[in-house]
């Protein structure tokens, strides 16, 4: 048996005396920490195989994409919003679809995968993307109203002079001259920012202040274009 000097023992209760007082708390609080620790984990693994899982999906998909088979498309886009829409994959899975929907000449099933991506894809940029397609979508099945409303909303910045645009596209369809010359008006403006934003080099590498600024140039003509063409003066 161990033998304490005098100052030994003292702490020695000391920490007894503390244990008993606090001890049943310190063990809930590591036992709450290693509970805590343990879900975070499963949590973890637990996205990471969803990620997986929704990744070999994905890759079917692009495959059944890329032989342009409509029927399979749909089945797993629809796998793919069914058990992984937590994931970016179930967002991406839908537009994919949705564009083989489009090229097989089915825009309601089109019109249904936008619509969810529109309303439920995990990142922001595919919901704005989702939008401009259905709008598109829209559009093309003379359902004005319905496209409006869509490109109604202010998208993030890099979507916004597209959907200025196509909000001209459909005042144009509807013979709205007025509507739409303001509607391109607002395209043009937000391009000419996003040309100027390019010359400044904000975030862009050499090579991409080289690269963008004609890209943009270009898209802007046809937007004046467009434009010249409602017919409204200047």
Same mark, same amino acid.
């Given at each position: 048996m161990a033998v304490y000097d005098l100052?030994?023992?003292?702490?020695?209760?000391?920490?007894?005396? /503390?244990?008993?007082q606090y001890g049943n708390l310190v063990t809930g609080i590591l036992l709450a920490v290693a509970v805590a620790s343990? &879900?975070?984990?499963g949590w973890n693994w637990w996205q990471g195989n969803q990620t997986a899982q929704a990744s070999a999906v994905f890759g079917a998909l692009q495959q059944a994409a890329a032989q342009?088979?409509?029927?399979?498309?749909?089945?797993?886009? =629809?796998?793919?919003?069914?058990?992984? +829409?937590?994931?970016?994959?179930? &967002?991406? =899975?839908?537009?994919l679809a949705a564009h083989v929907q489009v090229a097989a000449g089915d825009s309601k099933n089109a019109?249904?995968?936008?619509? /969810?991506?529109?309303? +439920?894809?995990?990142?922001p940029g595919l919901r704005d993307l989702a939008r401009l397609r259905l709008a598109t979508v829209l559009l093309?099945?003379?359902a004005y109203d319905e496209a409006i409303k869509q490109l109604s909303a202010e998208p993030s910045a890099s979507f916004a002079p597209r959907f200025a645009e196509l909000r001209g596209d459909v005042f144009a369809a509807q013979g709205k001259?007025?509507?739409?010359?303001?509607?391109?008006?607002?395209?043009?403006?937000?391009?000419?920012?996003?040309?100027?934003?390019?010359k400044s080099g904000e975030q862009k590498s050499e090579e991409k202040k080289l690269e963008e600024p004609s890209s943009r140039a270009a898209y802007r003509d046809l937007v004046q274009v467009k434009?010249?063409?409602? &017919?409204?003066a200047k």
């Open positions: 100052e030994e023992q003292e702490q020695l209760d000391e920490l007894k005396t /503390w244990w008993k343990a &879900g975070w984990q342009k088979d409509a029927k399979r498309s749909r089945e797993l886009a =629809g796998e793919l919003i069914d058990k992984y +829409s937590a994931t970016a994959y179930a &967002g991406m =899975g839908a537009l019109r249904v995968q936008l619509v /969810w991506a529109a309303e +439920s894809a995990k990142d093309d099945d003379k001259a007025t509507e739409a010359k303001a509607a391109y008006d607002v395209a043009l403006a937000k391009i000419d920012t996003q040309i100027k934003a390019e434009r010249d063409a409602s &017919g409204v």
